[in-house]
């Protein structure tokens, strides 16, 4: 009998084609009156690909028996609810760890010497006859990282090629990492040059690069966010960057994405990035894939490539 999954939202073509080929896959985003096909089929659904999970839909699915999540991020998933039902969790770390990394370097080199807005300053025939200005560079500044995970230690790597000084705030110092360690992250806000958030989102980091971090980090501080939007006080945020006391902000991420603060866009302080830190090919067919090998090992009795739960 063909195992039935279900995704409640668009997947990759090669990881939804992938799935079809191996499941009886239901669509539930596509289903017009969602609450009457779950109460008519609900029981038969056994595992969910994708994300977005919480209680009242695992309610609905009482023979759930895993939730493969497309994403290194697992706090839009009621973690607690499924660990209590014996439901398991994957995500799918590791593959997008180099994707995330480049593109950190790459926010921080664009802000740090103003690419696209100088893209724009040629396009509007503002050059020549105008100086587009000095700016400043990545060699010799420090770089805090907030969250020295698997992507940290990526970013890490690659700031060290830019000749960067590197330190890092985490729950735990690491002792096999040759970069110094803060137990305080205002410290290691004014420490720094650059802050480059890539901690975990959920209520553990909510808010954690509070209106003080970011008055530490200072009027010359940098400010780099490829985690959640959550993970910062995005209002005072808006405020510092708007006043000077806040040097510049490059935000792959934002706290209600894809709505974005209308006050940051005629900021010359800001590079936006529509949360495309792992939006490449290569990384993303290699997530899909690591999704459906989860699916595969559960449903063959096999060890988990990469549980949460």
């Known amino acids: 009998m063909t195992i039935e999954i279900l995704q409640t939202g668009p997947l990759l073509a090669s990881c939804e084609k992938a799935l079809a080929?191996?499941?009886?896959?239901?669509?539930?985003?596509?289903?017009a009156d969602k609450d009457a096909w779950l109460a008519a089929n609900g029981a038969r659904i056994r595992a969910h690909a994708g994300s977005g999970v919480q209680k009242p839909l695992m309610e609905k699915l009482p023979n759930l028996e895993i939730i493969a999540s497309f994403g290194v991020g697992y706090d839009n998933i009621d973690t607690a609810t499924a660990k209590a039902k014996n439901i398991r969790v994957t995500n799918t770390p590791d593959v997008l760890n180099d994707a995330v990394a480049e593109i950190t370097i790459g926010l921080m080199i664009s802000l740090?010497?103003?690419?696209?807005?100088?893209?724009?300053?040629?396009?509007?025939?503002?050059?020549?006859?105008?100086n587009f200005g000095l700016f400043s560079e990545l060699t010799g500044k420090t770089v805090g990282i907030l969250g020295l995970g698997r992507i940290g230690k990526e970013i890490a790597t690659r700031a060290q090629a830019m000749k960067?000084?590197?330190?890092?705030?985490?729950?735990?110092?690491?002792?096999s990492v040759p970069y110094i360690y803060y137990n305080n992250l205002e410290d290691m806000a004014r420490d720094s040059d650059w802050?480059?958030?890539?901690?975990?989102?959920?209520?553990?980091?909510?808010?954690?690069?509070?209106?003080?971090?970011?008055?530490?980090?200072?009027?010359?501080?940098?400010?780099?966010?490829?985690?959640r939007g959550t993970l910062i006080?995005?209002?005072?945020?808006?405020?510092?960057?708007?006043n000077g006391g806040l040097g510049g902000a490059a935000l792959d991420v934002f706290e209600k994405e894809p709505q974005v603060p209308e006050a940051l866009f005629g900021l010359d302080n800001v590079v936006l990035s529509p949360h495309q830190g792992s939006a490449t090919n290569q990384t993303r067919d290699a997530m899909g894939a690591l999704l459906v090998a989860n699916l595969e090992r559960h449903f063959a009795g096999e060890p988990l490539i990469s549980a949460v739960v």
């Open 164 to 175: 960067m000084r590197v330190v890092y705030y985490g729950r735990h110092q690491q002792p």
């Open 233 to 242: 006080d995005e209002p005072a945020m808006v405020e510092l960057l708007q």
């Open 112 to 130: 740090a010497r103003r690419i696209p807005q100088g893209d724009q300053f040629v396009r509007t025939g503002k050059w020549p006859g105008n």
């Open 21 to 31: 080929e191996r499941y009886t896959v239901h669509k539930l985003h596509e289903i």
């Open 195 to 227: 802050l480059v958030i890539i901690a975990p989102g959920g209520k553990g980091t909510e808010g954690i690069v509070s209106r003080q971090v970011l008055e530490a980090l200072g009027p010359q501080g940098m400010l780099v966010n490829v985690a």
